[in-house]
């Protein structure tokens, strides 16, 4: 803890008025929904939670207390300020603009004696989720609430001045010495200080870290610093043998026990400087120059590290070279500009085989534009907000390193923004792109899918066709792409941001690592080590900016959990379960964009913790790491090297645009961990159904599961209803050796479920599989293993000498499954004769009216829906009974111990849209444990239902609840939102056009 008596001098230097500092990084807290991270007050999140501090002043008289605080708007609440254990008074905590935006507020005031006190504050009510966020408080005897930003600026001031004089890393350390010495500096104003000291000379702070476990402001600090420099010195000369030319001077100082804090320094930097050279020398002799990219930390403005098509920031952007060879005779090496954005941003380098042109994504401006829409914005906003803000997109240029002419690939005639360019082995590229007009299933804003166009940038075609975003292309070794998926198809959204793989060109979509795993939340920015088959990722979690834990993936031991990763340095075994945790890989250090160049030896970019700037390092499976590139105004990012590196084999392309259709083929449904507990013979049809992706977001729903506790969006349905809208394609035969093969729609998301002998679902996919066009794609059985021994791949099975089928129609033809029109119909015709107001079986209503009005999910709602999901009757939902408290991470509230009002019930069973991320067994969810399908087989009042009739009621259920079919069914927006949900579907049919026209255009001229 930080308390001290203010010292005259200090009261001499503050003009007169006393302070006392209160550190927001060191209190004592109070209950569990709090912590400090980054240096002061987070995630304070719980009522009776709070912070206490222990300070003393030296005279009695009147004092100020005042908080450097940020609470957004909506968030915030009352805190209860207790003093020397009294309540005083109660304090409504202000508004900031966002988590970012600190203030200095005035909380109290009042008589204070001289002596010890204890100030606490605590949250007494909360208006929704957060407190607030708190860097520090201070009382001060000065009424003015600027008294303390006065004293810090004519500190500082002084500061910089005498620190703007020196000219190497032994002076500044003395200098700063004498400051110090000089009398207590103010917290703010010692910060100042450790910010020139880390600015001027980062290399030697990053070895004093290493060595010390502390940088020169902290050394400066302690009482023994001669002590501890000697100390590095020492283990220096004997941990590194190239070192030993220093055991001379060593001697020589340790001869002269006055020898001075600055002599030790000296040599301490030139000792630093060699070992340096023996670390770099080791990725010198594989590349000894690199390009990285300067802009903000993505995901630092949304709060999701994927959410980066707009996402603008006043940090500077640039790419860069950094030549190690210049690193010699006591110099560092410097960068140098490549390419310069001017006022806007650039990002994702990607250099050619040959090393002679360079891909990457730049845009205009730096601002933030949101591609969002939200009640209340005018015509105008809406109009924007539907097609896009050319000036906020990124496109994708290339530059020529010969000529130095840069060209776009990629232009404005498209919608939103295209970025992470990706040199495949046959000369296309893949790209991502949010010209797809698609929100986040879970949230608000653009996401992007995976795209290819040629060299040229010309004949772009969508190849990944998922339900958010993909991320992160890369190459493997043998030419397939990695990348990352976000998959949540009738699970939670917090977890399952899972590494996939395809072919160059978009065939053998399929799992890389993690699809069924839970922690760690997400893998991301994954690349192949250059000969090994090994990969460098980082793993990490949902909310938060794109870092994490560093891990090196071994898909030889395993696809799931734990199984194939260790976190670097120091092959430690990460942190895994089947559970979530949206803070996972938050804590501690942060790493990002790591490029391996051998499996012990890493180009990393590090920050010290959430929310820092990060800095380029060369760092090693030992831990030993060197500063490369660092800029105090920006973060250095995206490291690759700048080299030729082996182009893989091109792969023949199956791929057919004049076909718009491909084949699946099962070996043996029977097999694999899916299956475990099927019944031989028990699967009759695999069911194929197509995921329908919202191009808009209006209205939203809440729920909680043990898969997580979030907002459900545009919701086709309420609470725990499936996340996306679906369309049963139809149904193929499963044979009696459990083998099936048919033909499928191609370019579109589909996913199966195994039906029984009364087509009711056994077991569900719950991810989605994607066929290109004459594609044929084969699996053994159902999630099997992949590194298990296969089934004998030479056995003949019954579907492999049959054609491919064509799947049988679910009556009619495909279509959005609709409750209003598949269900209700049958409940109308059987059922409201009593189910209804005031007839016999009143208590449970199957009629459509009276509606029910749901004024946060924008729906209209049939009671019936209501009755058998065992939904609120009432308009909206009550905030406590939805709300999250992560003093419950698995289920959230349980108010009263009782059920929540939309979960599973005695007429209905499903998979809720929260569910974990791992393999359910058989059986689990469905028709198949539903009261309301037992009721009626038992013939319920002689009710007899057509086969039909039972399907469609059996498929309701199995789909998981949907409501509507298409998204803007039963709606009850208003004329804005209908103009906006319009004109975003006008601006897809666009860019699908756009894209028909370039698919036409490949055919043409011969690349089908």
């Excluded at 204070?112 to 520090?136: C, P, S, W």
């Excluded at 999701?304 to 707009?310: G, P």
């Excluded at 920006?634 to 030729?644: F, G, K, M, N, R």
């Excluded at 065992?870 to 009974?881: D, F, L």
């Amino acid at each position: 803890m930080k308390s001290f008596f203010p010292l005259l001098l200090m009261c001499m230097v503050c003009s007169g008025a006393e302070f006392v500092f209160l550190d927001g990084a060191t209190p004592s807290l109070v209950g569990s929904h709090i912590s400090t991270q980054g240096g002061f007050l987070r995630y304070w999140d719980g009522v009776g939670s709070g912070a206490e501090w222990k300070f003393a002043i030296s005279e009695k008289g009147m004092y100020y207390l005042n908080l450097k605080m940020a609470s957004p708007a909506g968030q915030g609440g009352v805190a209860e300020i207790i003093l020397d254990g009294k309540k005083v008074c109660d304090w409504n905590v202000p508004s900031t603009k966002d988590f970012n935006d600190f203030k200095t507020v005035r909380v109290w005031q009042g008589q204070l004696e001289a002596g010890e006190h204890t100030f606490r504050i605590v949250a007494g009510k909360l208006n929704q989720q957060y407190f607030m966020d708190v860097k520090y408080g201070f009382l001060s005897s000065d009424s003015s609430e600027k008294a303390w930003e006065d004293a810090v600026g004519r500190e500082c001031a002084k500061i910089e001045e005498t620190m703007s004089k020196v000219s190497s890393w032994n002076e500044s350390l003395v200098v700063a010495s004498g400051l110090l010495r000089n009398g207590r500096l103010l917290p703010d104003s010692e910060n100042r200080l450790r910010v020139l000291l880390e600015n001027g000379f980062p290399h030697q702070e990053v070895w004093l870290r290493q060595d010390l476990g502390k940088g020169g402001m902290e050394l400066l600090l302690s009482e023994d610093s001669v002590v501890l420099i000697r100390g590095a010195v020492e283990r220096m000369l004997v941990n590194i043998p190239e070192l030993k030319i220093f055991s001379d001077e060593i001697t020589r100082l340790k001869q002269h026990p006055d020898a001075s804090f600055s002599q030790w320094c000296g040599l301490y930097e030139r000792m630093g400087y060699a070992r340096r050279q023996v670390r770099l020398d080791r990725i010198r002799t594989k590349s000894p120059k690199f390009i990285f990219a300067k802009h903000h930390v993505f995901g630092s403005v949304s709060g999701i590290y994927l959410i980066t098509e707009t996402e603008g920031s006043n940090k500077k952007s640039a790419l860069c070279t950094l030549d190690l060879t210049q690193d010699k005779d006591g110099a560092f090496a410097r960068e140098e500009m490549l390419v310069d954005p001017g006022e806007g941003s650039v990002r994702d380098p990607e250099l050619s085989f040959d090393g002679t042109k360079l891909l990457f994504a730049m845009r205009p401006t730096r601002k933030n534009y949101n591609s969002t829409f939200f009640p209340g914005k005018s015509q105008g906003d809406v109009n924007l907000a539907s097609s896009g803000c050319p000036e906020s997109n990124y496109q994708i240029y290339e530059l020529d390193r010969t000529t130095g002419r840069i060209r776009p690939l990629t232009t404005p005639e498209t919608y939103g923004s295209s970025m992470e360019p990706c040199y495949l082995p046959n000369g296309d590229i893949m790209f991502s792109s949010s010209r797809i007009v698609q929100h986040i299933t879970c949230g608000w804003g653009d996401l992007s899918n995976l795209f290819i166009m040629n060299k040229d940038g010309k004949y772009a075609r969508r190849v990944g066709f998922d339900q958010t975003n993909t991320a992160f292309p890369s190459l493997l070794n043998d030419g397939r792409v990695i990348f990352t998926r976000r998959d949540y198809n009738d699970r939670g959204q917090a977890s399952a941001h899972a590494l996939f793989q395809m072919n160059p060109d978009g065939t053998a979509q399929t799992e890389f690592y993690g699809n069924q795993t839970g922690l760690p939340n997400s893998f991301h920015h994954a690349r192949a080590i250059p000969n090994s088959n090994k990969v460098i990722c980082i793993i990490g979690g949902y909310h938060t900016t794109q870092g994490g834990k560093l891990a090196l993936m071994d898909v030889s031991k395993g696809v799931e959990l734990d199984q194939g990763i260790v976190e670097m340095p120091g092959y430690r075994t990460p942190k895994s379960g089947n559970g979530y945790d949206d803070r996972y890989g938050k804590q501690g250090e942060q790493f990002s964009n790591p490029y391996a160049l051998t499996e012990r030896d890493y180009l990393v970019s590090i920050a010290p913790h959430n929310g820092a700037d990060y800095s380029l390092y060369y760092l090693n499976d030992k831990g030993e790491r060197e500063l490369l590139a660092s800029d105090p105004g920006t973060s250095c990012l995206q490291v690759i090297p700048d080299a030729p590196r082996k182009r893989p084999g091109v792969r023949p392309s199956e791929v057919d645009y004049t076909k718009d259709e491909g084949i699946f083929y099962v070996q043996n449904v029977y097999y694999g961990e899916a299956a475990q507990g099927i019944e031989p013979g028990s699967v009759k049809k695999i069911r194929v159904i197509e995921m329908l992706y919202k191009n808009a977001t209006i209205g939203t729903g809440r729920g909680v599961g043990p898969g997580g506790c979030w907002d459900t969006v545009m919701p086709t349905g309420h609470g725990l209803a499936s996340f996306d809208s679906k369309k049963i394609i139809g149904d193929a035969t499963v044979y009696e050796d459990g083998s099936a093969m048919f033909k499928a729609p191609a370019r579109k998301p589909v996913y199966f479920q195994l039906l029984d002998c009364k087509n009711r679902v056994i077991q569900t996919m719950r991810s989605w599989a994607t066929l290109m066009p004459a594609e044929k794609f084969s699996c053994v059985g159902c999630h099997e293993d992949k590194n298990k021994t296969p089934l004998n791949p030479l056995r003949r099975t019954i579907a492999s000498m049959k054609p491919a089928e064509e799947l049988e129609p679910f009556y009619g033809p495909p279509r959005a499954f609709s409750y209003i029109h598949e269900v209700q119909p049958v409940f109308d015709k059987h059922c409201i004769a009593c189910h209804r107001e005031g007839g016999e079986g009143k208590k449970l209503l199957l009629t459509s009216k009276p509606y029910v009005d749901d004024p946060a999910a924008k729906r209209r709602y049939y009671r019936s829906y209501f009755e058998l999901t065992k939904a609120r009757p009432e308009n909206g939902h009550k905030p406590e009974e939805f709300g999250f408290y992560p003093s419950d991470k698995v289920w959230g509230p349980r108010i009263l111990g009782q059920r929540l009002p939309d979960e599973p019930n005695k007429y209905v069973s499903w998979y809720t849209r929260f569910e974990l991320m791992h393999q359910y067994p058989p059986y689990r969810a469905g028709a198949v444990r539903s009261g309301l399908v037992k009721l009626l087989e038992k013939g319920h009042k002689n009710i007899k239902l057509t086969q039909e009739e039972w399907d469609k009621i059996c498929a309701w259920i199995d789909l998981n609840i949907p409501f509507a079919g298409e998204y803007d069914e039963s709606n009850i927006w208003s004329d804005t939102e209908k103009a906006f949900y319009r004109a975003r579907v006008n601006e897809r049919a666009r860019n699908e056009a756009i894209e028909a026209r370039h698919i036409r255009e490949m055919i043409q001229f011969g690349h089908k």
